[in-house]
């Protein structure tokens, strides 16, 4: 199976940016999410691309910080983080799905091929 892997991780002073890539040969026709999990919480949606319609969503508590973008020549997706906060720490995962129509997945058990993930850490 196809795998995704994501980089770009890393430790940032609060207010600082940091970029994340999702690699995924052959997923430019898939939809792509963002999830990152906090120590002791449970996993949580940042954000999913539905690119082939142009579309998007958020949480909420990125809203106007992070931006998802995705290159479908290089077969990468990436998550740009701005301003980030300490509670933007965690362990942050990118999943794929097909996606033939303008749907756009938003829970994670949708999502069938997992990356292992990048961790992030925003201190203060």
């Known amino acids: 199976q196809r795998q995704l892997e994501e980089s770009g991780g890393g430790s940032v002073q609060a207010g600082g940016s940091l970029r994340l890539s999702c690699a995924g040969p052959?997923?430019?026709?898939?939809?792509i999410g963002w999830f990152r999990q906090a120590p002791g919480k449970e996993r949580e949606r940042v954000a999913v691309?539905?690119?082939?319609?142009?579309?998007?969503t958020y949480a909420d508590s990125v809203k106007g910080r992070f931006t998802i973008s995705q290159d479908n020549t290089k077969e990468t997706t990436y998550l740009q983080m701005n301003n980030l906060k300490p509670e933007d720490t965690g362990m942050y995962f990118c999943a794929a799905l097909f996606c033939r129509t303008s749907y756009i997945p938003r829970r994670e058990d949708e999502f069938d091929t997992w990356g292992q993930g990048t961790q992030v850490t925003v201190f203060s």
């Open positions: 052959g997923y430019s026709s898939h939809c």
């Open positions: 691309i539905n690119s082939r319609y142009a579309i998007w």
